[in-house]
């Protein structure tokens, strides 16, 4: 059962564009929601996460959004960047149990054109 | 740089033969992991120690041996694999407890190649 839907599987945008990524879970139980890029030959890199009590959170050009009745939430990339090309997991967790292991989404490959 | 660091970064070994991933991690976090990836999919869960227990095992074959000698190492032991197993595997270690977030910190990987 795949907890964690992710699409779309890739993403092709132009230098300057919004590139948007979307995921959506079914474990209410899930507190805490990271979204981790990872470079070819590289290990995955949190990039930023949020909780089920915000709707949206902000770090630089990254953006989540966050709809906790539609068990849904985004990842948004103002400005991208060709160095942004990479693959992006979004990711889902209960952190109030003994199981701290990420449920992780199928991926997302984005390339940035210049 | 990565605060987990992994070794060796690429290994290729022979069905017959026995090595070892290693994994060390100095941020004080006493939960450690083991994934496994192959190209284009995402991780997955193997192994999870907490404070050098085994915790979960995600029903991984018993040619892959877990090993966390102390609370900043985490190995991984090899014997008798399948080409089918070649992928890349992460260490990742997190702090465990508590209200903390659960964000894990990878290592950039070992790269396995079974021949």
């Known amino acids: 059962q795949q907890q964690v839907k992710q699409s779309p599987q890739s993403l092709i945008v132009q230098k300057g564009g919004i590139s948007i990524i979307?995921?959506?879970?079914?474990?209410?139980?899930?507190?805490?929601?990271?979204?981790?890029?990872?470079?070819?030959?590289?290990?995955?890199?949190?990039?930023?996460?949020?909780?089920?009590d915000v709707s949206e959170k902000k770090e630089g050009r990254f953006t989540i959004s966050f709809n906790k009745s539609a068990k849904q939430f985004s990842l948004h990339i103002m400005d991208s960047q060709p160095g942004d090309s990479a693959t992006y997991f979004c990711a889902a967790i209960r952190s109030n149990t003994g199981r701290r292991a990420l449920t992780f989404g199928s991926g997302t490959r984005l390339q940035v054109q210049p | 740089?990565?605060?987990?660091?992994?070794?060796?970064?690429?290994?290729?070994?022979?069905?017959?033969?026995?090595?070892?991933?290693?994994?060390?991690?100095?941020?004080?976090?006493?939960?450690?992991?083991?994934?496994?990836?192959?190209?284009?999919?995402?991780?997955?869960?193997?192994?999870?120690?907490?404070?050098?227990?085994?915790?979960?095992?995600?029903?991984?074959?018993?040619?892959?041996?877990?090993?966390?000698?102390?609370?900043s190492l985490l190995n991984l032991h090899l014997h008798a694999l399948q080409p089918e197993d070649s992928a890349l595997y992460l260490c990742a270690s997190s702090q465990e407890g508590g209200s903390g977030t659960g964000e894990l910190f990878f290592g950039e990987g070992s790269r396995l190649t079974v021949l």
Not at chain 2, 13 to 22: D, V
Request: hydrophobic letters at 30%; aromatic letters at 14%; one cysteine or more.
């Open chain 2, 1 to 71: 740089d990565t605060e987990v660091t992994q070794t060796p970064k690429h290994l290729v070994m022979g069905m017959t033969n026995k090595k070892s991933l290693k994994c060390e991690q100095h941020m004080g976090h006493r939960a450690m992991y083991w994934y496994k990836q192959k190209a284009k999919k995402p991780p997955e869960l193997m192994f999870v120690y907490s404070y050098e227990k085994l915790s979960i095992n995600e029903s991984v074959p018993s040619r892959f041996s877990p090993e966390c000698p102390n609370s």
């Open chain 1, 22 to 52: 979307n995921c959506a879970y079914e474990n209410t139980a899930f507190d805490y929601f990271p979204w981790y890029q990872q470079f070819p030959g590289k290990g995955p890199a949190l990039l930023i996460a949020i909780r089920p």
